[in-house]
């Protein structure tokens, strides 16, 4: 199973899936670290509360890109509940784990929380472009 599961990272690495902004995004959210830089900017697309289409792009490092194609590639088509639950199943099993993939999860999942904001208060009136989230760790940690 182990071999299986690095070979899934090896090929999420290699080939991101999701990556990039999408045409007409419903919600745009930034998970961004002002200390180091980092961001991840996350897409979404909606229709009847489902996700159709998600994207994402980031500065950030390996584990986030990995983090982020496998977290789309799980939400993608699926309602925005399940997403949510999803979410926070990364987030709890992630706790468990090195603060760096802690950190790139939380980068990853923040965004995703932002542009779900992002979408309401456009779906509210908002003209903003994007919802950004700063968060409070960063890609490059020590353990």
Known sequence: MENNLNQEIIEHLMHPRNYGPLKTPTGVGVGHSEKSGEFVIFYIETKDKTLQEVGYATNGCQDTVVLG???????????????QSAAQKLRDKVALGPLKQQACANMVLTAFEAALIHEHQRSEGSSEELYAIEIGMECEVEE
Not at 69 to 83: H, P, R
């Open 69 to 83: 194609s496998m977290f789309t590639e799980m939400i993608k088509g699926q309602t925005i509940a399940y997403a």
